[in-house]
């Protein structure tokens, strides 16, 4: 089963007196790329939160991490103002109003609205027993991300295996059409060389004329570009029955299906498979750009 890059989840609970809230979110990247913000004070368990996206099979994505925590229920927590950073939030405030004429009184609710203001101070204690709290409330919200990852995919592999199924008739058609065109190209490729002999007055015998024409005309073939198709069709359902990461795999072969029907495109005069072939390469771009955003 198919697993989008693009996902939410997010866990909110009560764990010893501390609020903490977990919300993960990400978009489709080339490899693992995973950023968490945190409160300073779980600085050193930063590690341990990308570790656990890890365990938990989350291979590819620009993974977005936030950690908020409220430590207003806790009792061996200590508040503390930064007053440094206060008196220049404050001085920038003012110059602020003072520069642009603004309106209004600068009060104590609109300072702290900036969480650098405050700092969290907590006795030394066990960091495996703040762990233990962080943990269980993130491995939530990673069962609910990974949750939506897999809906979002089985969506994408829906209306992906309806594309693929479209290509694979449209290229049942080129097959059909191919036995007349290499058929109709022999032909005139024999009058065309009748006629050159003709003109210049050369004679040559009738069995090399045929052979020399079969010869090209299966230059022309597309028998083997039609049975790689089909084993690449084959090749994507069985992707769908997967349980690991497939979206570079699925990338590879949809590389190849282009280079097959680009082949194709360039063997046949037939103007008819010629608009098949862009019919096909319109449909594996729309499949391109999905497939962008598959794990």
């Known amino acids: 089963m198919f697993k989008s890059m693009t996902a939410f989840g997010r866990e909110r609970a009560d764990k010893n007196g501390k609020d903490i809230t977990v919300e993960i979110k990400s978009v489709n990247n080339r490899y693992f790329d995973c950023s968490v913000k945190l409160p300073h004070v779980y600085a050193p368990l930063e590690?341990?939160?990308?570790?656990?996206?890890?365990?938990k099979g989350i291979s590819r994505g620009k993974v977005d991490v936030g950690i908020f925590v409220n430590f207003a229920e806790a009792t061996d927590t200590e508040i503390l103002v930064n007053r440094e950073y206060a008196e220049r939030y404050i001085s920038a405030l003012?110059?602020?109003k003072e520069e642009f004429s603004l309106a209004g009184e600068i009060t104590v609710m609109e300072v702290a609205r900036d969480r650098e203001v405050?700092?969290?101070?907590?006795?030394?204690g066990d960091m495996d027993a703040e762990w233990q709290d962080l943990s269980a409330v993130l491995d939530v919200a990673i069962d609910r991300f990974i949750s939506a990852r897999a809906e979002e995919g089985e969506r994408i592999?829906?209306?992906?295996?309806?594309?693929?199924?479209?290509?694979?008739?449209?290229?049942?058609?080129?097959?059909a059409l191919s036995g007349d065109d290499i058929g109709g190209y022999k032909k005139r490729l024999e009058e065309k060389l009748r006629a050159a002999l003709a003109d210049n007055n050369i004679t040559m015998d009738e069995s090399r004329i045929l052979?020399?024409?079969a010869i090209y005309a299966d230059r022309a073939a597309i028998d083997e570009e039609i049975v790689r198709l089909k084993s690449h069709f084959a090749a994507f359902y069985g992707y769908t029955e997967k349980s690991e990461p497939v979206g570079r795999s699925l990338d590879f072969l949809l590389q190849e299906m282009n280079r097959e029907t680009n082949t194709i495109g360039s063997k046949c005069s037939n103007s008819d498979i010629a608009h098949l072939v862009v019919e096909i390469k319109t449909e594996l771009e729309k499949i391109r750009e999905q497939i962008q955003n598959i794990e």
Request: charged letters at 45%; glycine letters at 0%; a positive charge.
């Open 157 to 175: 592999q829906k209306d992906l295996s309806t594309k693929i199924e479209h290509v694979r008739e449209v290229a049942e058609n080129i097959e």
């Open 211 to 213: 052979t020399e024409c």
């Open 47 to 55: 590690a341990k939160v990308k570790q656990r996206l890890s365990e």
């Open 118 to 124: 405050f700092s969290i101070k907590k006795p030394e």
């Open 94 to 96: 003012r110059r602020l």
